[in-house]
């Protein structure tokens, strides 16, 4: 019998706590995303269940599907889904202000491709989305943890990619992005290392036009930051 949860719980007192690439902070949800959270995520989103789901179900029809890992506020990813009213996607993010923001989004702008778990991501990669079930994946300026003691932290590691390239369908694409240029090269040299994956550039491609540029990537870009895409395919 599975089991279904809203959201990511803290483990059993004395239990080993996992190295995670998020902290729960006690961030501010507004009124507003709070009651979006509770009027509006019963109906767009989909609970944690340890037990692998359907998304042609999930969505009641056949279409692509699209996964995406740390959606933050979620104007990028309800932009994106927007413009591709033929694909689906499934957003995972834990921090409640962004669940909240993302699904006003979504209930204003009517769209319908979109469904929010806020749950781990590992857990629901590991539980409920089976193997090879998706056509796409992304990873959008993920923490990137600066100081080195807290590099453990960083979402992209060997394990967790060959985790995450085992549920892309042959010729699913998984596209990662970060202004943090050391961790743009970790990124590049784990996803190398994953045999199931493959680079569609020399090293880090070009930012493709389906990824809308953010506010906060504009402003950086002014200051002179950069910004490090990376496409890579699993091998069909």
Request: without cysteine; aromatic residues 8%; hydrophobic residues 40%.
């Amino acid at each position: 019998m599975s089991v279904e949860r809203p959201y990511a719980p803290p483990p059993p007192e004395g239990t080993p706590r996992p190295v995670r690439s998020f902290v729960l902070r006690q961030s501010r949800t507004s009124n507003a995303q709070q009651r979006a959270i509770e009027t509006l995520l019963p109906r767009l989103g989909v609970s944690y269940r340890d037990a692998p789901i359907d998304l042609a179900t999930v969505f009641g029809r056949d279409a692509p599907h699209v996964l995406e890992i740390g959606f933050g506020m979620g104007e990028t990813t309800a932009a994106i889904a927007q413009a591709n009213p033929a694909t689906d996607y499934l957003g995972i993010e834990v921090h409640a202000p962004g669940v909240g923001n993302l699904l006003m989004l979504m209930e204003a702008a009517g769209i319908a491709n979109l469904r929010v778990i806020r749950y781990d991501a590992v857990e629901v990669l590991r539980h409920m989305l089976p193997e090879a079930s998706l056509d796409g994946a992304h990873i959008f300026f993920p923490d990137p943890w600066p100081k080195k003691r807290h590099h453990k932290r960083r979402l992209i590691q060997p394990e967790f990619v060959a985790l995450l390239a085992s549920r892309l369908k042959p010729g699913g694409y998984l596209h990662l992005a970060t202004d943090w240029e050391a961790y743009a090269q970790q990124m590049l040299e784990v996803l190398r290392g994953e045999p199931l994956l493959e680079n569609t550039a020399a090293d880090f491609a070009p930012r493709p036009g389906t990824r809308p540029q953010t506010k906060f990537e504009s402003r950086g870009l002014g200051l002179g930051h950069g910004v490090w895409d990376l496409l890579f395919r699993r091998r069909v």
